[in-house]
């Protein structure tokens, strides 16, 4: 396979400071966990079920944990009923369901948005997204208005994929519900109308995870080219949150003892027989398989919780010759650059543009 040659098209330069916005958001969060005793007593509690592992505790700790990701995903729906109103008027919902059989014979539920405005196309660019929260959290609803208007402002086809959650369903049958979505999409190009070349394969956070994930199942069966990119947002990726807390950044050590807790005990069907897995951990796939790996265009922020796994990461795809872009935007954390309105998402909303222009529609 020759390598990419990037277009270098982004390089925005680094704060070294949360932007206004940031700080706000932030600040806001922390208040709510101060101000409401409830919230405070769910953080509290989560904190000691981190450090425990068994059925109990661990059942327990996933209904703490998904009730967090609904609140976060709360904060990034502030579009107003109006817009809700008007990114259904201006898409056509179509549930779809692909039957899979790696882990019993299930369904995965995916939801097709085509805007309106391409209903009489046959070769437009098909945009399938893993949703975020940690994999273990949150599902396609939260995501619809967001993608939605998505496909309405840019014009492609989304397909929003409802993958299994952990600790309910492990890995890999998570990342092949993914994988199973993208064969269906190819292998049906037209009849859902779109370009089998065009395929883009995307994800934020667990679900950047989970593209990742997917990534490793198309290379090491030489699939690859049935994606013209792969975009990972601000993803899971390695163990690195198992590493000392000492040589961790801020953020990464404030998360550290989650993300183990959901590597560990939720995501993983035996760590100790997957920890060296690219399938559990995207980041330790060889290089030689890197090599494989579709076109990518890594999407971070500066204060993001995975920054140094999602910087080792694109160094390696660098190397491979996959890497097409690594973005930072400056001055966000991990969620901030989502909100609606901020400065952070407006950088977010411009990248977008560039990429839609330049790698998916050329």
């Not at 270098?8 to 070294?16: I, M, R, T, V």
């Not at 405070?40 to 009730?67: G, H, W």
């Not at 807390?245 to 807790?261: F, G, I, N, Q, S």
Request: aromatic share 10%.
């Amino acid at each position: 396979m020759s390598r990419l040659v990037s277009k270098n098209l982004f390089s925005f330069k680094p704060l070294g400071k949360m932007d206004d916005g940031t700080i706000e958001f932030e600040a806001k969060n922390e208040e709510m966990k101060k101000s409401s005793p409830e919230i405070k007593q769910m953080a509290d509690r989560m904190k000691e079920l981190e450090l425990k592992n068994d059925p109990d505790s661990n059942e327990e700790f996933v209904t703490i944990y998904r009730a967090f990701l609904k609140m976060a995903s709360a904060d990034l729906n502030t579009f107003g009923d109006e817009m809700v109103k008007l990114a259904s008027e201006q898409t056509t919902t179509t549930t779809i369901k692909v039957p899979t059989t790696h882990d019993g014979e299930h369904d995965v539920v995916v939801e097709m948005y085509v805007p309106k405005a391409l209903e009489s196309e046959t070769n437009s660019v098909a945009y399938i997204f893993a949703h975020g929260g940690s994999a273990v959290g949150q599902s396609m609803e939260e995501y619809r208005t967001p993608l939605q208007l998505t496909a309405m402002f840019w014009n492609f086809v989304v397909f929003n994929v409802d993958y299994r959650l952990a600790p309910e369903t492990k890995c890999p049958n998570n990342i092949k519900d993914f994988y199973e979505v993208i064969k269906y999409v190819s292998t049906n190009a037209e009849s859902l109308r779109i370009d089998p070349a065009k395929v883009v394969m995307t994800g934020v956070s667990g679900g950047g995870y989970i593209c990742l994930g997917a990534m490793v199942l198309l290379a090491e069966r030489g699939e690859s080219a049935l994606v013209k990119l792969a975009i990972p947002v601000v993803p899971m990726v390695d163990d690195y949150s198992f590493s000392d807390p000492l040589v961790m950044t801020v953020e990464e050590r404030k998360y550290h003892l989650t993300d183990r807790k959901v590597w560990k005990d939720l995501i993983a069907a035996d760590y100790e027989e997957q920890k060296t897995s690219p399938y559990l951990f995207p980041g330790k796939a060889s290089e030689d398989l890197m090599e494989l790996f579709p076109p990518t265009i890594i999407l971070s922020t500066e204060f993001d919780r995975f920054s140094t796994e999602t910087t080792r990461l694109a160094s390696r795809l660098r190397r491979a010759g996959t890497l097409l872009e690594f973005i930072v935007i400056p001055g966000a954390t991990h969620t901030s650059a989502w909100v609606p309105g901020s400065k952070a998402n407006e950088i977010v909303r411009e990248v977008f543009k560039t990429i839609v222009e330049e790698y998916m529609k050329a």
